[in-house]
């Protein structure tokens, strides 16, 4: 039973680092980089939206990515405990 | 109060209060000593992160940088910062369940070997040497430029308090003297750009200004790429390097930042494994301010720069260019003889050379502002400089008193002989620092990147495997490791320092940078360290045990 639990955790944890870090992918190498011309035809305020991306907004998303994964580990922490 | 003066006062205050917090935190255990007694709130661990991280290179170089690059100084903006989201993902919380005090003991214990061991003793050493040499002599220039002494004399004084604290405190004192410091330069760094923000874009908020229009009612970067395209010189928001480059340097950055050594350190220092994620957080946030503020600032001086001294006449500059000159950060060459400033991207015509570094210290004198706040800029400089070579210090070591001497050479030494040990190999990497920041080597500029290449090749792919793959074993680290760094040394000498025959930007593989290429050889230690596991036998049994244990959270509290 303790094994079962200890791999759904492990699962879990892993499922949130997949889906994470596809997000650090995309703003950073994606809208940053990869597709930075065709995101530059965009304008955002006074940025062109691909060069915003390449040095502000992809910043603010790894700031809010790491908040997110805290949250989202201290309730599955709090949830292994809690059923063991 | 005339300018000189405010700056030794304001210098002299932050010093009295580094040495003030040293003093109150000394250090009386190894267990202190390396990581501040397992007990520091994760917000002033985020805060001695950040400051721990940001170097003298991030304070003053890094918005000229961006300035001149445009566009492909992003390389550094992401590169720099998005290494902390790998941190706090793969590998801050399990280094802090494993519980021990260097990133060598966890190779060691990990992969059960002290061959494995003293390969990440000698990867720690090399890239913690070159990255703290360039602190010291950053310390020397700033010293120089705002408080009239000679660089030698400027970095023997950073010498004495960096040797202070460090010996003093260890971790302990570190961490609360990088809290401190902390608030010094990012203060520092942001009273400038919100006054220039506010005379350019009248938007206190730089991020935001960046992005607003000038009183001409122009957006200020459109305003920017025409200026560029009338100069000569390529659009500011678009590159000039390759899309392959960029993408590979900014790799190279990121995983570089995740597996440095006095970054990972300072995970070990929070009470819990949830505080070791929570530090992580805010340690990034921290960074964020400057480095959201950063590009900002690079495209309000450039902007400024270009107005002021574009096609005026020489004789009507402002007194800062002269000042400048003196120093000789700025040059004007009047290679046409008609006493006007022809600033071109065609260096056939251009007369102006200005050094990066002006950007982030004349911008207050550019923009007028009063003098407090040039003494403020000297100070926070001082103390990103001073918090890095004193995190780097403690690394050197304790891999040299921990991983070296307690756990290969002398097992039976006290914890006295121990703790003796530690502050030894301070004082003399301390030295040894000093002597390389009076007697720079060329290189040291050109081994920053060589140091993100070398952490990035060695000890990235060792922890995250070591995490994340039980069945890697010593044979496929060890592997893996010693190709990865022979790989990417090979390379950045070839192509940097001219062995093993040289060679020209044309003769890159697949055309990317020396910068870049240390996500080509942490790709080649990671299939390296696979392939050659899958042919040797696995780990025993108890280190399977241990990596389950890493990846689960304590039953309690932690």
């Known amino acids: 039973m303790n094994?079962?639990?200890?791999?759904?955790?492990?699962?879990?944890?892993?499922?949130?680092l997949v889906i994470l870090l596809s997000i650090w992918f995309s703003v950073s190498f994606g809208f940053?980089?990869?597709?930075?011309?065709?995101?530059?035809q965009i304008q955002f305020f006074g940025f062109k939206l691909g060069f915003w991306f390449a040095q502000q907004g992809s910043i603010y998303v790894f700031v809010i990515l790491i908040f997110v994964y805290i949250y989202l580990m201290n309730k599955l922490d709090k949830n292994y405990r809690s059923r063991k | 109060m005339s300018l000189q003066l405010s700056i030794w006062l304001i210098v002299g205050l932050t010093f009295a209060l580094y040495i003030g917090i040293a003093i109150w935190s000394r250090a009386s255990s190894t267990n202190e000593f390396y990581v501040a007694g397992k007990g520091v709130h994760p917000v002033a661990n985020g805060m001695a992160t950040a400051a721990d991280w940001m170097s003298a290179a991030s304070f003053i170089s890094m918005a000229g940088i961006i300035s001149f690059l445009g566009y492909d100084g992003s390389v550094y903006l992401m590169g720099w910062t998005g290494g902390y989201v790998l941190l706090a993902l793969l590998l801050a919380p399990y280094l802090r369940k494993f519980g021990k005090f260097t990133v060598p003991a966890f190779i060691g214990d990990r992969y059960y070997s002290n061959t494995a061991r003293t390969v990440a003793v000698f990867c720690a050493l090399i890239v913690s040497f070159t990255y703290i040499a360039g602190q010291m002599r950053g310390v020397g220039v700033v010293f120089s430029r705002y408080l009239e002494v000679d660089i030698n004399s400027g970095v023997f004084i950073g010498m004495g308090i960096v040797l202070f604290y460090a010996i003093l405190g260890g971790m302990k004192g570190i961490t609360y003297t990088q809290v401190a410091q902390y608030c010094v330069l990012i203060f520092a760094f942001m009273v400038p750009a919100i006054f220039i923000s506010i005379e350019m874009t009248s938007n206190p908020i730089p991020q935001l200004g960046f992005g607003s229009a000038g009183s001409d009612g122009v957006y200020l970067l459109d305003k920017l790429n025409g200026l560029h395209e009338e100069l000569g010189f390529s659009k500011y928001t678009s590159g000039s390097k390759s899309t392959l480059d960029v993408f590979f340097i900014t790799a190279a950055l990121m995983i570089g930042t995740a597996g440095l050594p006095h970054v990972i350190v300072r995970f070990?220092?929070?009470?819990?494994?949830?505080?070791?994620?929570?530090?992580?957080?805010?340690?990034?946030?921290?960074?964020?301010?400057?480095?959201?503020?950063?590009?900002?600032i690079a495209v309000f001086a450039r902007t400024n720069l270009i107005d002021t001294v574009s096609e005026k006449n020489y004789t009507d500059m402002p007194s800062w260019f002269k000042k400048w000159e003196d120093t000789g950060l700025l040059k004007?060459?009047?290679?046409?003889?008609?006493?006007?400033?022809?600033?071109?991207?065609?260096?056939?015509?251009?007369?102006?050379?200005?050094?990066?570094?002006?950007?982030?210290l004349a911008n207050p004198e550019i923009a007028q502002l009063p003098n407090w706040v040039i003494a403020l800029l000297a100070a926070g400089a001082l103390a990103a400089a001073l918090s890095t070579a004193a995190g780097l210090l403690l690394v050197i070591s304790s891999s040299v008193s921990h991983d070296l001497i307690k756990r290969i050479i002398k097992p039976d030494i006290s914890e006295k002989g121990e703790l003796?040990?530690?502050?030894?190999?301070?004082?003399?990497?301390?030295?040894?620092?000093?002597?390389?920041?009076?007697?720079?080597?060329?290189?040291?500029?050109?081994?920053?990147?060589?140091?993100?290449?070398?952490?990035?090749?060695?000890?990235?792919?060792?922890?995250?495997?070591?995490?994340?793959?039980?069945?890697?074993?010593?044979?496929?680290?060890?592997?893996?490791?010693?190709?990865?760094?022979?790989?990417?040394?090979?390379?950045?000498?070839?192509?940097?320092?001219?062995?093993?025959?040289g060679g020209a930007e044309s003769d890159w593989w697949f055309g990317i940078s020396p910068e870049g290429f240390g996500t080509v050889a942490m790709i080649v230690n990671f299939i390296v360290s696979i392939s050659v596991s899958k042919f040797t036998s696995p780990p025993p049994k108890e280190i399977i045990e241990l990596v389950d244990n890493i990846r689960l959270p304590n039953e309690n509290d932690d």
């Open chain 2, 268 to 296: 070990f220092t929070v009470k819990k494994v949830s505080d070791a994620r929570k530090s992580a957080g805010w340690a990034l946030l921290f960074i964020a301010i400057l480095y959201t503020t950063a590009p900002a």
């Open chain 2, 332 to 360: 004007f060459d009047d290679k046409n003889g008609d006493n006007i400033i022809q600033y071109n991207g065609n260096e056939m015509i251009n007369e102006l050379t200005i050094d990066r570094d002006i950007m982030v």
């Open chain 2, 420 to 501: 003796f040990a530690a502050r030894l190999s301070a004082l003399f990497a301390v030295l040894l620092a000093g002597y390389f920041g009076i007697n720079p080597p060329d290189f040291v500029a050109a081994t920053v990147a060589l140091a993100f290449g070398l952490a990035a090749a060695s000890f990235f792919p060792a922890i995250v495997l070591g995490i994340f793959y039980k069945k890697m074993n010593k044979e496929g680290a060890i592997s893996g490791m010693v190709i990865g760094i022979l790989l990417m040394l090979f390379y950045m000498t070839k192509f940097k320092f001219g062995w093993f025959g």
């Open chain 1, 32 to 40: 940053g980089i990869l597709l930075v011309d065709e995101l530059n």
């Open chain 1, 3 to 16: 094994k079962i639990k200890s791999e759904a955790y492990w699962k879990k944890n892993l499922k949130y």
